[in-house]
């Protein structure tokens, strides 16, 4: 047995670490902030959040020594690759309609996809966020464990997930005063900026996954 506390605050600093990490999931916060305000990147947040703490909890309740093998590994980059092209597709495709005004039936199709939508996504096709979970997560839940049991484990999972969240909420706060210190056309340029990055991102996954 060990201080349920100290595995906690553990936990906590290594999600605050992977959330401060340039990745996938905080492009697409500055984006979906940059282009709806800060109800959007708290959107996104919430479906990111809340899909990586059901995977922690889930790890930490008897699947800690979960292993995905190189073809699920593959697999997983080819398709999150593709599907952040889309989204930073869907992004310029939005940006240049926006440009030409407001549809009623644009307006309607994007509601399909939300931002809570995208950030669940954004968690379970991101193959960064699987080796994560299959590799320091599980080791990190695993130690808790064995040290407190299921139930240090699971405050290791709510610590590290919460640690995530401050940093992406760190994103969500810097992103919402785009509009006032640039103006439409500079929060419209960041926005094309963003959506770049996301496809960058998502290609070299695919090229990742197919070469490996």
Known sequence: MTDPAGLA??????????????GPVQVLILSET??????GGLRVMLGANLTLLAILIVLAVGFASLQIGPGALRGLRVVGGLFLVWIGGS????????????????????????????????VLLNPGAWIFFATTASAVLANATHLGGTQAAVLAAIAM????????????VLGS????????RGLRWIRIGLASALIAIGLAFVVRGIQA
Request: hydrophobic share 45%; net charge positive; charged share 20%.
């Open 161 to 172: 997930a919460v640690g995530v969240s401050c940093s992406d909420a760190t994103f969500t």
């Open 91 to 122: 992004e310029l495709r939005s940006i240049v309609r926006d440009a030409a005004g407001p549809d009623g039936n644009v307006e309607r199709r994007a509601a399909r996809y939300g931002p809570t939508a995208k950030g669940i996504v954004s």
């Open 177 to 184: 005063g785009g509009r006032r210190l640039v103006g439409d």
């Open 34 to 39: 940059a282009k709806r305000g800060l109800a």
């Open 9 to 22: 605050l553990s936990a906590f600093a290594l999600g605050f670490a992977l959330g401060a990490a340039p």
